[in-house]
């Protein structure tokens, strides 16, 4: 008896090495009916989200009727939190999907050639080649695992129309946005009492670069200059940049609880009438705060979209093209990796389009004889999970009377794309990570100081010696070396 | 060996009620500790790890910013250890003497509220409380004394981190003292107040000897989580005018490990912490033996 129990416990053993062992190529998994099974990763899509699970099984409904595709779709819960932290730790578990959307953390997994290079695909593609926008095709070339065809997301800023009519800066501004206009705007918003303080942010000052930084002569990451690349953030532009901060702050125009904003209390203290300017990424999210505005202070509130403030250069910055921040990206390791890429060309088909970006006929639109109508539903729940190239294509144009985006909404999308300028960063080697967080940290807290006069402006020239201590001296040289 | 094997055998229901605890134990920490031995190796999620040595090791102790994170680390967990310790301790006493039924109760169950709610929660509440036009500084106002924003002050904020700890935590923490306070026999009580000890004296010569093996283990049980000067809390109260004051290894390693997937380099990290941990526990109650008499086993 001993024995066979021996032999069986060996047998079982032999039988998990070997399982564990196998070098074979996976096998697609298939269901019953012969269905390939495709694994998704997508943030707030999983199994437990009744939307999302309708999604999928409508989407592979309409591979099958317009592509012929035999598809079903597992979503996968990824841990409530943050989701890159904890999508981070899903695949290190070794669980690792066909299909994944990524919001950081990628790098480490592509460099374990884990993802699949995209170029090769889109190329071949029917329809995605053709909507990428321009930012896309830059990231691609640098980082060929990700993609996201999104409008170009920059941050622009935005005040309540009805406020902008009583002020008599608002046409000099709109003429000519220049930093001095822009003062002057802040200044009466306060002063006519239509807010407590002109603009708030959201903990630090990265949104009021957004309008700013390239008045004051920062138009890229590295600035060039007679002796070489100079990283912006220690360069003389900056300098003046944190002066004019400063100032905002100490009249009472920049929010003085700034550094303790979220971004959840930035939005109520405009929706409440604190502050008279935010910014909110372009598209979709100023049409966000349009309607909560309009819901809040009636319908006279609509949002008015601001220009870019003009001095040395005018935009929002510009746009780091050395990889997509987020994106979807397909798993080197999937036996399904030329089906998943079908599916992602299918939805960047007319189609696959009127689908993704207008939700379910008769809950979100309706089509009528010669064109789509979108629903209220529409405009209160849907968001396209994949694909929004600007120009877009359905099987019918969308009736006037329901445009997809509200008018700001529209004007914020259309000065974002106007604007765009490609940055000349470049990836970090990744043993310097730690590095550059100690020198991040550095900038953030001096930078802080400085505006909320802790500290004197003078203490720059510190940050700046102490930035290029920290490493700052070797990245300059490596910035040097890298960019042509 | 048989006799053993005869008492488990009658008290079998124990060892089974036993059985999820030590099952939990030996998931969540004792096979962590095996694969701690990720720290000396470079991580791959596909494949085998390769062997890294003390490579992650000395990229720890290499970069300022750890020297930094460390020294932030001790002195917010010293903070915490002097200041928070006693505080529970000191509550328990007060509480035991509240003779009334229902006002005890009503404290002990609003001393303990604040443990159940999340640091999210909790960062809302001490940065509006604490906000230049908030309650503490209105309270400030009033005796003319000038606002302040302690949130983004240098000098003030690891005290907001120690006070507001504090008040998470007292209540609950207590919980463990009153239950020892209530095992003291009543009767030591009622022959101290016979041979005349007042209130105080009996705290004094009765409740807090009583007390102080609870007061020992719960001492160096506390300092094997001294390294923990708590994420969560942190996270939620950080803002950039403050982080050279409180970046604490843990959001350090959650900047670097997790979110940039350096998982050897966090677990090196991890270990580095844990170690400490063990060596302050052993320490601790080597030296707690040797003085009272008391330790943890």
Not at chain 1, 201 to 226: C, H, K, M, R
Not at chain 2, 107 to 125: C, T
């Amino acid at each position: 008896m001993k024995k066979i129990k021996f032999l069986l416990i060996a047998l079982l053993f032999i039988g998990l090495l070997a399982a564990c062992s196998s070098d074979e190529e996976p096998q697609a998994e298939v269901t019953e009916d012969g269905k390939t099974i495709i694994k998704v990763a997508f943030k707030d899509d999983g199994p437990s989200n009744p939307n999302a699970v309708k999604y999928y099984e409508t989407l592979a409904e309409k591979l099958k009727e317009d592509k012929d595709l035999d598809v079903q779709f597992e979503l996968l819960e990824v841990a409530q939190g943050d989701y890159s932290e904890k999508l981070s730790l899903l695949l290190n578990s070794g669980e690792i999907p066909d299909l994944i959307y990524f919001q950081g953390g990628d790098q480490q997994i592509a460099n374990q050639d884990l993802l699949v290079d995209l170029r090769p695909y889109i190329e071949e593609s029917e329809y995605l080649k053709d909507i990428l926008q321009p930012h896309n095709e830059l990231r691609l070339d640098n980082y060929p695992y990700l993609l996201w065809v999104k409008p170009i997301d920059y941050k622009v800023p935005v005040v309540r129309q009805d406020i902008l009519n009583e002020l008599s800066t608002a046409d000099a501004l709109l003429a000519d946005p220049t930093i001095e206009n822009y003062k002057s705007l802040f200044e009466e918003i306060v002063e006519t009492g239509n807010a407590d303080y002109a603009m708030t942010v959201a903990g630090d000052i990265a949104e009021l670069d957004f309008i700013f930084e390239n008045a004051f002569g920062i138009n890229q990451t590295w600035l060039e200059t007679d002796d070489g690349y100079v990283f912006s953030k220690v360069s003389e532009q900056e300098k003046e940049k944190l002066a004019f901060y400063r100032e905002l702050y100490e009249e009472g125009l920049l929010d003085n609880q700034y550094l303790t904003k979220q971004w959840d209390t930035k939005e109520d203290a405009f929706y409440d009438g604190k502050a008279g300017v935010i910014v909110g990424t372009n598209g979709k999210v100023v049409d966000f705060y349009n309607t909560r505005v309009k819901e809040v202070n009636g319908e006279e509130a609509e949002l008015a979209v601001l220009p870019p403030a003009k001095g040395i250069y005018q935009g929002f910055g510009a746009s780091d093209v050395t990889k997509e921040s987020r994106g979807v990206a397909i798993s080197a390791v999937s036996p399904n990796k030329d089906l998943v890429f079908e599916i992602l060309d299918y939805l960047a088909s007319p189609e696959g389009q009127q689908f993704d970006r207008l939700g379910f006929e008769g809950e979100h639109h309706n089509e009528t004889d010669d064109s789509i109508e979108l629903t209220d539903a529409y405009y209160s729940d849907w968001y396209a999970r994949y694909w929004e190239p600007v120009d877009v294509e359905f099987t019918k144009p969308i009736s006037e009377e329901t445009p997809m985006l509200s008018k700001p909404g529209l004007e914020s999308e259309q000065l974002a794309s106007e604007y765009f300028a490609e940055d000349n960063t470049f990836i970090l080697p990744q043993e310097s990570i730690s590095q550059w967080d100690a020198m991040e940290n550095l900038y953030r807290e001096y930078s802080a100081d400085i505006i909320t006069g802790k500290l004197p402006l003078d203490a720059f020239e510190d940050f700046v010696e102490e930035w290029y201590a920290a490493g700052g001296t070797e990245l300059t040289e490596l910035a040097n070396e890298t960019i042509k | 060996m048989k006799a053993k094997l005869k008492r488990i055998r009658s008290d079998w229901i124990l060892y089974l009620m036993l059985l999820p605890g030590i099952t939990y134990f030996i998931i969540f920490h004792v096979i962590p500790i095996i694969n701690m031995k990720l720290a000396f190796e470079d991580y791959r999620i596909i494949g085998e790890n390769t062997w890294a040595g003390l490579k992650h090791f000395q990229v720890l102790f290499s970069s300022p910013a750890f020297m930094d994170v460390l020294q932030n680390t001790i002195i917010i967990s010293t903070m915490k250890i002097i200041f928070i310790f006693p505080i529970p301790i000191i509550l328990s006493l007060l509480i035991s003497e509240v003779r009334s039924g229902p006002f005890r109760k009503y404290v002990q169950s609003v001393s303990y509220l604040p443990h159940f709610l999340s640091w999210v929660v909790i960062a809302g509440i001490w940065i509006s409380f604490l906000s230049p036009d908030g309650g503490f500084n209105i309270i400030r106002n009033f005796f003319q004394l000038p606002s302040l924003d302690f949130m983004t002050s240098k000098d003030h904020i690891r005290w907001v981190l120690v006070f507001s700890e504090m008040w998470r935590s007292a209540g609950w923490d207590s919980i463990l003292y009153i239950a020892a306070i209530m095992k003291i026999s009543p009767h030591l009580y009622e022959a101290a107040q016979l041979d005349g000890a007042s209130t105080f004296q009996q705290m004094r010569h009765i409740t807090l000897p009583a007390l102080a093996t609870t007061v020992v283990t719960v001492f160096i049980l506390n300092l094997g989580f001294f390294m923990n000067a708590g994420f969560d809390q942190v996270f939620n109260l950080m803002n950039d005018s403050v982080i050279s004051k409180i970046d604490i290894l843990d959001t350090y390693v959650y900047r670097i490990g997790l979110l940039n997937g350096e998982y050897s380099y966090a677990t090196a990290a991890s270990l580095f912490k844990g170690a400490i941990g063990l060596v302050l526990i052993l320490g601790t109650h080597f030296l707690s033996k040797r003085l009272t008499g008391k330790g943890v086993w």
